[in-house]
Protein backbone atom coordinates (compact mmCIF):
# COMPACT_ATOMS: atom_id res chain seq x y z
CA UNK A 1 0.00 0.00 0.00
CA UNK A 2 1.14 3.32 -0.70
CA UNK A 3 -0.48 6.45 -0.06
CA UNK A 4 1.01 10.35 -0.11
CA UNK A 5 0.89 12.82 2.68
CA UNK A 6 2.98 16.08 3.67
CA UNK A 7 5.63 15.86 6.39
CA UNK A 8 9.45 16.83 7.16
CA UNK A 9 12.02 15.61 4.97
CA UNK A 10 13.77 12.55 6.90
CA UNK A 11 16.82 14.30 4.87
CA UNK A 12 17.20 17.79 5.69
CA UNK A 13 14.20 18.26 7.79
CA UNK A 14 12.86 20.93 5.25
CA UNK A 15 8.94 20.40 4.36
CA UNK A 16 8.77 17.64 2.58
CA UNK A 17 7.01 17.32 -1.11
CA UNK A 18 6.03 13.64 -0.66
CA UNK A 19 5.64 11.21 1.64
CA UNK A 20 5.07 7.47 1.59
CA UNK A 21 4.07 4.89 3.70
CA UNK A 22 4.51 1.40 2.87
CA UNK A 23 3.59 -2.12 4.50
CA UNK A 24 6.20 -4.86 3.55
CA UNK A 25 5.57 -8.26 5.52
CA UNK A 26 3.55 -6.30 7.87
CA UNK A 27 5.96 -3.98 8.86
CA UNK A 28 4.83 -0.19 8.32
CA UNK A 29 8.05 1.96 6.37
CA UNK A 30 7.60 5.89 6.25
CA UNK A 31 10.28 8.00 3.76
CA UNK A 32 9.49 12.02 3.65
CA UNK A 33 11.51 13.37 1.31
CA UNK A 34 11.64 17.23 -0.21
CA UNK A 35 12.10 17.61 -3.87
CA UNK A 36 15.98 17.88 -3.74
CA UNK A 37 16.39 14.71 -1.65
CA UNK A 38 14.13 12.73 -3.23
CA UNK A 39 16.37 13.81 -6.23
CA UNK A 40 19.65 12.77 -4.86
CA UNK A 41 18.14 9.64 -4.02
CA UNK A 42 16.82 8.34 -7.31
CA UNK A 43 13.73 9.13 -7.38
CA UNK A 44 13.90 12.11 -10.38
CA UNK A 45 10.51 13.41 -10.67
CA UNK A 46 8.42 13.68 -7.62
CA UNK A 47 4.99 15.04 -8.98
CA UNK A 48 5.10 11.59 -11.34
CA UNK A 49 4.96 9.46 -8.05
CA UNK A 50 1.27 8.87 -8.35
CA UNK A 51 0.89 8.09 -11.92
CA UNK A 52 3.99 6.20 -11.61
CA UNK A 53 2.57 4.02 -9.02
CA UNK A 54 -0.09 3.15 -10.74
CA UNK A 55 2.42 1.87 -13.44
CA UNK A 56 5.01 0.28 -11.67
CA UNK A 57 3.83 -0.26 -7.90
CA UNK A 58 6.65 -3.13 -7.62
CA UNK A 59 9.10 -1.02 -8.71
CA UNK A 60 8.45 2.00 -6.82
CA UNK A 61 7.55 0.11 -3.60
CA UNK A 62 11.15 -1.66 -4.46
CA UNK A 63 12.72 1.79 -4.30
CA UNK A 64 11.18 3.25 -1.51
CA UNK A 65 11.82 -0.21 0.62
CA UNK A 66 15.62 0.21 -0.46
CA UNK A 67 16.04 3.92 0.50
CA UNK A 68 14.21 3.19 4.23
CA UNK A 69 16.50 0.61 5.01
CA UNK A 70 19.57 2.72 3.86
CA UNK A 71 19.70 5.95 4.25
CA UNK A 72 21.19 6.18 7.24
CA UNK A 73 24.10 3.88 5.49
CA UNK A 74 24.00 6.11 2.38
CA UNK A 75 24.10 9.18 4.49
CA UNK A 76 27.25 8.22 6.43
CA UNK A 77 29.02 6.56 3.30
CA UNK A 78 28.06 10.06 1.14
CA UNK A 79 29.65 12.81 3.73
CA UNK A 80 32.72 9.98 3.81
CA UNK A 81 32.50 9.48 -0.20
CA UNK A 82 32.12 13.72 -0.43
CA UNK A 83 35.21 14.15 1.63
CA UNK A 84 37.26 11.78 -0.22
CA UNK A 85 36.74 13.25 -3.48
CA UNK A 86 37.57 16.49 -2.16
CA UNK A 87 41.03 15.21 -0.91
CA UNK A 88 41.69 13.91 -4.05
CA UNK A 89 40.91 17.31 -5.06
CA UNK A 90 37.69 16.58 -7.82
CA UNK A 91 34.87 18.41 -8.44
CA UNK A 92 32.12 16.93 -6.21
CA UNK A 93 29.21 19.00 -7.76
CA UNK A 94 28.10 20.15 -11.21
CA UNK A 95 28.07 24.25 -10.78
CA UNK A 96 25.67 24.31 -14.12
CA UNK A 97 23.14 22.07 -12.92
CA UNK A 98 23.97 20.85 -8.93
CA UNK A 99 24.22 17.64 -9.74
CA UNK A 100 26.51 15.16 -7.56
CA UNK A 101 29.07 13.25 -8.04
CA UNK A 102 27.68 10.42 -5.44
CA UNK A 103 24.60 10.83 -6.94
CA UNK A 104 26.15 9.39 -10.69
CA UNK A 105 27.51 6.79 -8.89
CA UNK A 106 24.40 5.56 -7.41
CA UNK A 107 22.38 6.66 -10.59
CA UNK A 108 24.89 5.94 -13.58
CA UNK A 109 23.40 9.18 -14.53
CA UNK A 110 24.38 12.48 -15.27
CA UNK A 111 22.45 15.75 -14.30
CA UNK A 112 23.41 18.06 -17.64
CA UNK A 113 25.64 18.11 -20.83
CA UNK A 114 27.96 20.28 -18.57
CA UNK A 115 28.71 17.39 -16.35
CA UNK A 116 30.05 15.63 -18.69
CA UNK A 117 33.03 18.42 -18.58
CA UNK A 118 32.40 18.69 -15.02
CA UNK A 119 32.74 14.90 -14.43
CA UNK A 120 35.42 14.43 -16.84
CA UNK A 121 37.81 12.21 -15.03
CA UNK A 122 35.35 9.89 -13.29
CA UNK A 123 33.48 9.32 -16.63
CA UNK A 124 37.17 8.43 -18.61
CA UNK A 125 38.12 5.76 -15.44
CA UNK A 126 34.63 4.23 -16.15
CA UNK A 127 35.38 4.07 -19.91
CA UNK A 128 38.65 2.47 -18.75
CA UNK A 129 36.90 0.10 -16.62
CA UNK A 130 34.13 -0.72 -19.59
CA UNK A 131 36.82 -0.86 -22.33
CA UNK A 132 39.00 -3.43 -19.70
CA UNK A 133 35.50 -6.02 -20.15
CA UNK A 134 36.23 -6.13 -24.06
CA UNK A 135 40.13 -7.34 -24.08
CA UNK A 136 40.82 -10.59 -25.72
CA UNK A 137 43.14 -12.63 -23.53
CA UNK A 138 41.92 -13.59 -19.89
CA UNK A 139 45.10 -13.82 -19.59
CA UNK A 140 45.89 -10.20 -20.09
CA UNK A 141 42.74 -8.74 -19.06
CA UNK A 142 43.33 -10.14 -15.40
CA UNK A 143 46.62 -8.41 -15.31
CA UNK A 144 45.41 -5.28 -16.35
CA UNK A 145 42.40 -5.62 -13.84
CA UNK A 146 45.03 -6.21 -11.36
CA UNK A 147 47.16 -3.53 -11.86
CA UNK A 148 43.88 -0.98 -11.92
CA UNK A 149 42.65 -2.59 -8.56
CA UNK A 150 46.25 -2.03 -7.08
CA UNK A 151 45.69 1.90 -8.66
CA UNK A 152 42.48 2.05 -7.05
CA UNK A 153 43.52 0.89 -3.53
CA UNK A 154 46.19 3.58 -2.98
CA UNK A 155 43.91 6.61 -4.07
CA UNK A 156 41.54 4.94 -1.61
CA UNK A 157 38.59 4.38 -4.44
CA UNK A 158 36.97 1.28 -2.58
CA UNK A 159 34.19 1.95 -5.05
CA UNK A 160 36.27 0.97 -8.06
CA UNK A 161 37.76 -1.40 -6.13
CA UNK A 162 35.32 -3.72 -5.68
CA UNK A 163 33.74 -3.37 -9.44
CA UNK A 164 37.17 -4.57 -10.44
CA UNK A 165 37.25 -7.46 -7.60
CA UNK A 166 34.52 -8.88 -8.53
CA UNK A 167 35.45 -8.53 -12.64
CA UNK A 168 38.87 -11.05 -11.13
CA UNK A 169 36.31 -13.06 -9.51
CA UNK A 170 34.59 -13.76 -11.96
CA UNK A 171 37.85 -14.24 -14.55
CA UNK A 172 38.97 -16.90 -12.18
CA UNK A 173 35.74 -18.89 -11.88
CA UNK A 174 36.04 -18.95 -15.64
CA UNK A 175 37.13 -21.94 -17.15
CA UNK A 176 40.11 -22.00 -18.95
CA UNK A 177 40.01 -23.40 -22.44
CA UNK B 1 -5.61 16.87 -34.15
CA UNK B 2 -7.30 16.44 -30.79
CA UNK B 3 -7.01 13.57 -29.08
CA UNK B 4 -10.48 12.20 -29.94
CA UNK B 5 -9.69 12.76 -33.30
CA UNK B 6 -6.12 10.99 -33.38
CA UNK B 7 -7.55 7.83 -31.52
CA UNK B 8 -10.95 7.75 -33.96
CA UNK B 9 -8.62 8.24 -37.45
CA UNK B 10 -7.40 5.02 -39.43
CA UNK B 11 -4.51 3.71 -37.40
CA UNK B 12 -1.39 3.32 -38.76
CA UNK B 13 -0.13 0.84 -41.09
CA UNK B 14 2.55 -0.17 -38.69
CA UNK B 15 0.35 -0.71 -35.64
CA UNK B 16 -2.09 -3.02 -37.63
CA UNK B 17 -0.54 -4.83 -40.81
CA UNK B 18 2.10 -7.57 -40.71
CA UNK B 19 5.16 -7.84 -42.48
CA UNK B 20 5.32 -9.23 -45.85
CA UNK B 21 6.73 -12.77 -44.96
CA UNK B 22 5.01 -13.62 -41.55
CA UNK B 23 4.12 -12.76 -38.40
CA UNK B 24 7.37 -12.94 -36.35
CA UNK B 25 9.02 -9.54 -36.84
CA UNK B 26 5.78 -7.26 -35.90
CA UNK B 27 7.13 -3.76 -35.55
CA UNK B 28 10.22 -2.87 -35.76
CA UNK B 29 11.12 1.25 -33.90
CA UNK B 30 13.93 3.05 -33.94
CA UNK B 31 14.54 5.45 -31.47
CA UNK B 32 16.35 8.92 -31.89
CA UNK B 33 17.54 11.14 -28.84
CA UNK B 34 18.85 14.58 -28.61
CA UNK B 35 19.56 16.94 -25.83
CA UNK B 36 19.48 20.86 -26.13
CA UNK B 37 22.81 22.71 -24.53
CA UNK B 38 22.22 24.62 -21.78
CA UNK B 39 19.58 22.73 -19.75
CA UNK B 40 19.54 20.00 -17.34
CA UNK B 41 18.44 16.71 -18.56
CA UNK B 42 14.23 16.13 -17.89
CA UNK B 43 15.32 13.82 -15.07
CA UNK B 44 17.21 16.49 -13.44
CA UNK B 45 15.19 19.28 -14.12
CA UNK B 46 12.43 21.22 -12.50
CA UNK B 47 8.87 22.06 -14.26
CA UNK B 48 10.29 25.68 -15.73
CA UNK B 49 13.63 24.28 -17.31
CA UNK B 50 11.66 21.57 -18.94
CA UNK B 51 8.86 24.33 -19.98
CA UNK B 52 11.69 26.14 -21.98
CA UNK B 53 12.78 23.45 -22.85
CA UNK B 54 9.35 22.72 -25.13
CA UNK B 55 9.26 26.25 -25.82
CA UNK B 56 12.88 25.92 -27.73
CA UNK B 57 11.82 22.04 -29.41
CA UNK B 58 7.88 22.38 -30.21
CA UNK B 59 8.32 25.62 -32.67
CA UNK B 60 10.82 23.89 -34.66
CA UNK B 61 9.15 20.36 -34.64
CA UNK B 62 5.78 21.98 -36.10
CA UNK B 63 7.53 23.59 -38.84
CA UNK B 64 8.88 19.71 -39.56
CA UNK B 65 6.95 18.13 -42.86
CA UNK B 66 3.82 16.40 -42.60
CA UNK B 67 3.49 17.96 -38.69
CA UNK B 68 0.70 20.35 -40.09
CA UNK B 69 -2.87 18.94 -38.05
CA UNK B 70 -0.76 16.89 -35.57
CA UNK B 71 -1.82 15.97 -32.18
CA UNK B 72 -0.01 17.95 -29.53
CA UNK B 73 -0.57 17.72 -25.90
CA UNK B 74 1.18 18.36 -22.83
CA UNK B 75 1.51 15.07 -20.61
CA UNK B 76 -0.24 16.85 -17.76
CA UNK B 77 -3.12 17.13 -19.86
CA UNK B 78 -3.68 13.52 -20.68
CA UNK B 79 -5.91 11.51 -18.32
CA UNK B 80 -4.45 8.40 -16.95
CA UNK B 81 -6.65 6.45 -19.61
CA UNK B 82 -5.42 8.50 -22.51
CA UNK B 83 -1.99 7.64 -21.72
CA UNK B 84 -3.15 3.85 -21.06
CA UNK B 85 -4.38 3.52 -24.55
CA UNK B 86 -1.31 5.61 -26.06
CA UNK B 87 0.58 3.15 -24.61
CA UNK B 88 -1.29 -0.01 -25.80
CA UNK B 89 -0.79 1.83 -29.16
CA UNK B 90 2.72 1.75 -28.55
CA UNK B 91 2.65 5.61 -29.10
CA UNK B 92 3.72 6.48 -25.83
CA UNK B 93 6.95 5.42 -23.91
CA UNK B 94 6.20 4.15 -19.85
CA UNK B 95 9.05 6.76 -19.09
CA UNK B 96 6.94 9.54 -20.67
CA UNK B 97 3.52 8.13 -19.64
CA UNK B 98 4.65 9.48 -15.90
CA UNK B 99 5.82 12.38 -16.80
CA UNK B 100 3.51 15.64 -16.11
CA UNK B 101 4.17 19.68 -16.82
CA UNK B 102 6.36 20.98 -19.30
CA UNK B 103 6.21 17.46 -21.17
CA UNK B 104 4.52 16.97 -24.45
CA UNK B 105 3.84 14.64 -27.60
CA UNK B 106 3.62 15.05 -30.86
CA UNK B 107 2.03 12.93 -33.70
CA UNK B 108 1.15 13.58 -37.09
CA UNK B 109 -1.42 12.89 -38.75
CA UNK B 110 0.10 10.00 -40.25
CA UNK B 111 1.10 8.49 -36.97
CA UNK B 112 4.46 7.62 -39.12
CA UNK B 113 6.27 8.70 -36.14
CA UNK B 114 6.49 9.51 -32.17
CA UNK B 115 7.83 12.97 -31.21
CA UNK B 116 8.48 13.36 -27.40
CA UNK B 117 9.49 16.14 -25.70
CA UNK B 118 11.53 15.90 -22.03
CA UNK B 119 10.99 12.37 -21.91
CA UNK B 120 14.40 10.62 -20.62
CA UNK B 121 16.09 13.36 -23.02
CA UNK B 122 15.11 16.89 -24.08
CA UNK B 123 13.80 15.35 -27.31
CA UNK B 124 13.12 11.31 -28.18
CA UNK B 125 11.64 10.46 -31.73
CA UNK B 126 10.00 6.86 -32.50
CA UNK B 127 10.16 6.01 -36.33
CA UNK B 128 8.02 3.09 -36.83
CA UNK B 129 7.43 0.64 -39.59
CA UNK B 130 5.66 -3.06 -39.54
CA UNK B 131 7.87 -5.78 -39.69
CA UNK B 132 11.84 -5.33 -40.26
CA UNK B 133 12.07 -2.41 -42.38
CA UNK B 134 15.25 -0.91 -40.84
CA UNK B 135 16.47 0.97 -43.80
CA UNK B 136 13.37 2.70 -44.33
CA UNK B 137 13.24 3.28 -41.17
CA UNK B 138 16.90 4.80 -40.97
CA UNK B 139 16.16 7.06 -44.18
CA UNK B 140 13.20 8.61 -42.09
CA UNK B 141 15.46 9.58 -39.13
CA UNK B 142 18.45 10.88 -40.63
CA UNK B 143 16.14 13.38 -42.54
CA UNK B 144 14.51 14.24 -39.22
CA UNK B 145 18.11 14.41 -37.47
CA UNK B 146 19.18 16.47 -40.97
CA UNK B 147 16.97 19.59 -40.74
CA UNK B 148 16.63 19.69 -36.79
CA UNK B 149 20.65 19.37 -36.38
CA UNK B 150 20.11 22.56 -38.46
CA UNK B 151 18.19 24.16 -35.95
CA UNK B 152 18.39 23.46 -32.58
CA UNK B 153 21.41 23.77 -30.46
CA UNK B 154 21.91 20.12 -29.94
CA UNK B 155 24.78 18.88 -26.97
CA UNK B 156 27.70 17.36 -28.07
CA UNK B 157 31.34 16.47 -27.87
CA UNK B 158 33.01 16.04 -31.00
CA UNK B 159 35.08 12.87 -29.40
CA UNK B 160 31.85 11.85 -27.37
CA UNK B 161 29.06 12.49 -30.34
CA UNK B 162 25.35 13.41 -28.84
CA UNK B 163 25.55 13.72 -25.36
CA UNK B 164 22.80 11.80 -23.54
CA UNK B 165 21.37 11.74 -19.20
CA UNK B 166 23.16 8.04 -19.50
CA UNK B 167 26.52 8.43 -20.32
CA UNK B 168 26.92 5.05 -21.65
CA UNK B 169 24.14 6.03 -24.37
CA UNK B 170 26.40 9.25 -25.57
CA UNK B 171 27.11 9.06 -29.37
CA UNK B 172 25.04 8.49 -32.52
CA UNK B 173 21.84 8.92 -30.09
CA UNK B 174 19.99 6.16 -32.07
CA UNK B 175 18.64 2.66 -30.84
CA UNK B 176 16.48 0.44 -33.01
CA UNK B 177 13.79 -2.06 -30.82
CA UNK B 178 12.08 -4.80 -32.77
CA UNK B 179 8.76 -6.61 -31.37
CA UNK B 180 9.48 -10.22 -32.49
CA UNK B 181 6.62 -13.29 -32.43
CA UNK B 182 8.79 -15.95 -31.53
CA UNK B 183 6.24 -19.27 -29.90
CA UNK B 184 8.17 -22.19 -31.54
CA UNK B 185 11.62 -20.87 -30.18
CA UNK B 186 9.68 -20.58 -26.45
CA UNK B 187 8.03 -23.80 -27.25
CA UNK B 188 10.78 -25.53 -27.85
CA UNK B 189 12.58 -23.98 -24.68
CA UNK B 190 15.50 -22.23 -26.49
CA UNK B 191 15.04 -18.90 -25.76
CA UNK B 192 17.15 -18.57 -22.89
CA UNK B 193 20.11 -20.64 -25.11
CA UNK B 194 19.65 -17.24 -27.56
CA UNK B 195 19.49 -14.68 -24.88
CA UNK B 196 22.80 -15.75 -24.25
CA UNK B 197 24.06 -16.19 -27.93
CA UNK B 198 22.90 -12.73 -28.53
CA UNK B 199 24.18 -11.31 -25.54
CA UNK B 200 27.70 -12.33 -26.84
CA UNK B 201 27.01 -10.42 -30.54
CA UNK B 202 26.27 -7.21 -28.26
CA UNK B 203 22.12 -7.42 -29.26
CA UNK B 204 19.62 -7.90 -26.24
CA UNK B 205 16.60 -9.38 -26.30
CA UNK B 206 13.80 -9.30 -23.38
CA UNK B 207 10.10 -10.77 -23.01
CA UNK B 208 7.23 -7.88 -23.86
CA UNK B 209 4.67 -8.54 -21.59
CA UNK B 210 6.40 -10.82 -19.02
CA UNK B 211 5.25 -11.04 -15.78
CA UNK B 212 7.53 -12.60 -13.53
CA UNK B 213 6.48 -16.39 -14.32
CA UNK B 214 6.08 -16.65 -18.19
CA UNK B 215 6.88 -14.95 -20.88
CA UNK B 216 3.25 -14.19 -22.13
CA UNK B 217 2.17 -14.36 -25.52
CA UNK B 218 6.09 -15.42 -26.79
CA UNK B 219 6.40 -11.30 -27.98
CA UNK B 220 10.20 -10.45 -27.52
CA UNK B 221 11.79 -7.25 -27.53
CA UNK B 222 15.25 -7.24 -30.07
CA UNK B 223 17.06 -3.93 -29.36
CA UNK B 224 20.80 -2.53 -29.80
CA UNK B 225 22.16 -0.59 -27.06
CA UNK B 226 22.91 3.00 -28.43
CA UNK B 227 26.26 3.52 -30.63
CA UNK B 228 29.15 4.86 -29.93
CA UNK B 229 29.84 8.05 -32.53
CA UNK B 230 29.28 7.03 -36.80
CA UNK B 231 28.77 3.58 -35.77
CA UNK B 232 24.61 3.41 -36.86
CA UNK B 233 25.46 2.17 -40.42
CA UNK B 234 27.11 -0.41 -38.50
CA UNK B 235 25.34 -1.31 -35.76
CA UNK B 236 22.19 -1.84 -38.32
CA UNK B 237 24.17 -4.00 -40.87
CA UNK B 238 24.73 -6.34 -37.44
CA UNK B 239 21.39 -5.73 -36.46
CA UNK B 240 19.95 -6.36 -39.38
CA UNK B 241 21.72 -9.55 -39.59
CA UNK B 242 20.83 -10.75 -36.67
CA UNK B 243 17.38 -9.97 -36.86
CA UNK B 244 17.27 -12.40 -39.97
CA UNK B 245 19.23 -15.07 -39.00
CA UNK B 246 16.58 -15.43 -35.59
CA UNK B 247 13.72 -14.94 -37.93
CA UNK B 248 15.39 -18.42 -40.06
CA UNK B 249 15.84 -19.71 -36.76
CA UNK B 250 11.85 -19.61 -35.53
CA UNK B 251 11.17 -20.93 -38.36
CA UNK B 252 13.23 -23.88 -38.78
CA UNK B 253 11.99 -24.96 -35.07
CA UNK B 254 8.63 -24.20 -36.44
CA UNK B 255 9.10 -26.67 -38.78
CA UNK B 256 10.81 -29.41 -36.04
CA UNK B 257 8.02 -28.81 -34.25
CA UNK B 258 5.42 -29.77 -37.24
CA UNK B 259 7.50 -32.78 -37.87
CA UNK B 260 7.32 -34.32 -34.03
CA UNK B 261 5.35 -37.14 -34.29
CA UNK B 262 3.93 -36.71 -30.69
CA UNK B 263 2.03 -33.76 -32.03
CA UNK B 264 2.78 -31.33 -29.44
CA UNK B 265 2.03 -27.97 -31.52
CA UNK B 266 -1.21 -28.91 -32.69
CA UNK B 267 -2.52 -30.14 -29.75
CA UNK B 268 -1.16 -26.83 -28.15
CA UNK B 269 -3.11 -24.71 -31.02
CA UNK B 270 -5.42 -26.88 -30.81
CA UNK B 271 -6.25 -26.15 -27.05
CA UNK B 272 -5.36 -22.30 -27.36
CA UNK B 273 -8.14 -22.46 -30.35
CA UNK B 274 -10.54 -24.08 -28.11
CA UNK B 275 -10.09 -22.07 -25.54
CA UNK B 276 -10.58 -18.50 -27.57
CA UNK B 277 -14.05 -20.20 -29.31
CA UNK B 278 -15.83 -21.04 -26.32
CA UNK B 279 -14.35 -19.53 -22.77
CA UNK B 280 -16.67 -17.31 -21.54
CA UNK B 281 -14.15 -15.71 -19.26
CA UNK B 282 -10.27 -14.83 -20.26
CA UNK B 283 -7.65 -13.13 -18.57
CA UNK B 284 -5.62 -10.97 -20.89
CA UNK B 285 -2.59 -12.91 -20.26
CA UNK B 286 -4.21 -16.03 -21.18
CA UNK B 287 -5.37 -14.21 -24.25
CA UNK B 288 -2.33 -13.29 -25.10
CA UNK B 289 -0.86 -16.78 -24.90
CA UNK B 290 -4.08 -18.07 -26.37
CA UNK B 291 -3.69 -15.59 -29.55
CA UNK B 292 0.01 -16.07 -30.17
CA UNK B 293 -0.75 -20.37 -30.53
CA UNK B 294 -3.61 -19.65 -32.55
CA UNK B 295 -0.82 -17.19 -34.77
CA UNK B 296 1.46 -19.93 -34.59
CA UNK B 297 -1.48 -22.53 -35.66
CA UNK B 298 -2.11 -20.37 -39.01
CA UNK B 299 1.26 -19.71 -39.82
CA UNK B 300 2.08 -23.32 -39.79
CA UNK B 301 -0.85 -24.49 -41.65
CA UNK B 302 -2.73 -26.49 -38.47
CA UNK B 303 -5.07 -24.14 -38.96
CA UNK B 304 -6.44 -22.77 -42.03
CA UNK B 305 -9.30 -19.82 -42.47
CA UNK B 306 -12.24 -20.67 -44.40
CA UNK B 307 -13.25 -17.33 -45.26
CA UNK B 308 -9.85 -15.54 -45.12
CA UNK B 309 -7.50 -14.90 -47.29
CA UNK B 310 -3.77 -15.49 -45.30
CA UNK B 311 -2.17 -12.37 -45.59
CA UNK B 312 -5.82 -10.92 -44.65
CA UNK B 313 -6.19 -13.18 -41.69
CA UNK B 314 -2.52 -12.48 -40.35
CA UNK B 315 -3.67 -8.68 -40.42
CA UNK B 316 -7.19 -9.47 -38.55
CA UNK B 317 -5.71 -11.32 -36.00
CA UNK B 318 -3.11 -7.67 -35.23
CA UNK B 319 -6.31 -5.91 -35.54
CA UNK B 320 -8.01 -8.46 -32.87
CA UNK B 321 -4.77 -8.10 -30.49
CA UNK B 322 -4.73 -4.33 -31.13
CA UNK B 323 -8.54 -4.43 -29.79
CA UNK B 324 -7.66 -6.56 -27.01
CA UNK B 325 -4.77 -4.65 -25.41
CA UNK B 326 -7.21 -1.17 -25.79
CA UNK B 327 -9.97 -3.03 -24.52
CA UNK B 328 -7.83 -4.00 -21.14
CA UNK B 329 -5.85 -0.53 -21.09
CA UNK B 330 -9.42 1.42 -20.86
CA UNK B 331 -9.34 -0.05 -17.54
CA UNK B 332 -7.67 -2.10 -15.14
CA UNK B 333 -8.29 -5.48 -14.62
CA UNK B 334 -9.61 -5.39 -10.45
CA UNK B 335 -11.48 -1.91 -11.15
CA UNK B 336 -13.72 -3.49 -14.31
CA UNK B 337 -15.09 -6.92 -13.39
CA UNK B 338 -16.68 -7.39 -16.91
CA UNK B 339 -13.23 -7.01 -18.67
CA UNK B 340 -12.83 -10.89 -18.94
CA UNK B 341 -15.72 -11.30 -20.10
CA UNK B 342 -15.86 -8.92 -22.71
CA UNK B 343 -12.31 -10.18 -23.87
CA UNK B 344 -13.89 -13.58 -24.30
CA UNK B 345 -16.83 -12.31 -26.11
CA UNK B 346 -14.77 -10.16 -28.69
CA UNK B 347 -12.60 -13.37 -29.45
CA UNK B 348 -15.81 -15.39 -29.61
CA UNK B 349 -17.37 -13.33 -32.53
CA UNK B 350 -14.13 -12.69 -34.33
CA UNK B 351 -13.59 -16.65 -34.72
CA UNK B 352 -17.13 -17.10 -35.45
CA UNK B 353 -17.30 -14.18 -38.43
CA UNK B 354 -13.36 -16.12 -39.37
CA UNK B 355 -14.41 -19.25 -38.91
CA UNK B 356 -11.14 -22.22 -39.02
CA UNK B 357 -10.81 -25.78 -39.44
CA UNK B 358 -7.96 -28.00 -38.97
CA UNK B 359 -5.87 -29.21 -42.08
CA UNK B 360 -6.57 -33.14 -42.89
CA UNK B 361 -3.50 -34.08 -41.44
CA UNK B 362 -4.15 -32.82 -37.22
CA UNK B 363 -7.57 -33.25 -37.35
Given amino acids: MLRLQVKKCHICGKRASISLTQIINGQISELALCESCAKEKGIFDPQTLTFAEKFFPEDIKAKVDKIVRELAGMQQGEATDSAKDEQRDLLVRCPVCQFSLSTHRKTGRLGCPSCYTVFARELAQEAGVMSSDTTDSPADERTELERELQQAIE ?23 | MTFEQLIQATPPEWLLKSSDADDIAIVTVGRLVRNLDGFPFPGWSTADDRKKVSEQVLPVLRQLRG ?73 DLSKIAATLDGKLNFARLPETGNLTSLPSEAGDGLQLYTMLHLPALTLGNMMSQVTKALE ?19 LFILYTLPGPIDSTAEIAGHYQKILRQLIT ?82 AREEEEPGLPTARATLTRSFLKAHPLHFAPEFS
Fill in chain 2, 249 to 330: RERQVRQRLLEDPELRLADNVARAYGTLRHARRLTLRETRNALSMLRLGTATQVLEWENLDPTDATDSLKELDLIIALTSAA
Fill in chain 2, 67 to 139: MKNAFCAELSDLSYEQRRLLLARKQLTPCMAARQDGCHILIPPRQNAIYMVNEEEHLVVHCCQRGNRIRDILN
Fill in chain 1, 155 to 177: REDYETAAVLRDRIRQLNDTPHP
Fill in chain 2, 200 to 218: KLHINISPCYSDGEDDTGS
